[in-house]
């Protein structure tokens, strides 16, 4: 695994090397001060909590509704929840959201660009609130979700952006009291396509790798990154298999974060 400690100073450099996979994670401490992380999760204290405007789990929610949610047979419009939701969380909570941006922007070195289809508005980050004495989210890479995307869609978005190899930018914004780390895997989804839909929810979730070995494969090692308040890290979450392990404590483990990729047109793309 190829971890990088960093500096803002030096981020313009390290995000082309994420993309030519020199690097496969990276995090910056103290992304926001104690008062702008503080101001965040009081802001989303308030957010609904019905299912209009949550993906809800047993294990958690997401708040907007995250892009993977306009399925095979959803239609790709305004009528799917995850536009409607999306606008909800970018009228409620612009500024922060505006602020979270051009940080991103300042610690990458570039501008951002945020993805519409027509009229059709992507959220730019979302939150992810993952329960206490809960299994955290299951071991997933992001391409391992594309066959299930409505078609349509995944169809744009690879013309526009190499979605094969977006990056997950998150920030954290209340680290669990026990657990909860960030587990990366030695394996990526070019050398190991699994179509997760098929898999059981204990191999999902077992971070000695399971679901690897019972297809043969061999040398399975991961690494755990424990959160930490205030932390932003950034890792190639396209191809890296990867999951949250369970999260211990009593307190949720609360992050934001969006996906990030090379546009066709040399910009930089980014959507939750
Ligand atoms: O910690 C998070 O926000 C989720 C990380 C993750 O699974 C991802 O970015 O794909």
Redesign the pocket.
Known sequence: MNYSDSDISNYYIKIQRFFDKEIDISSIQSFLSEDEISLFLAKLKSHPQDSTYNVRMDDGYFYPFPYSTIHDKASFDNSHPYFTSSEDFENKHKRLIDLLQNKLEEALGVELFPIHYGNLEFSRFNC?ILHAKKNG?DI?C?NAFIPQLNPAMTEWMESIMDLKNAL?F?L?LQAPNEHGE?ILFNKEWDDLPILIGHESYEDRHDIDGAMFKKRGVENITHQSFP?QNGEA?F?R?AQIW???NKIGGAQP?I???C?IAKGKDGKIYFWA
């Open positions: 992810r989210i997933h992001e997950s998150l954290v960030l959160p890290i890792f979450a990867h999951g949250i483990r992050t934001i974060g996906f």
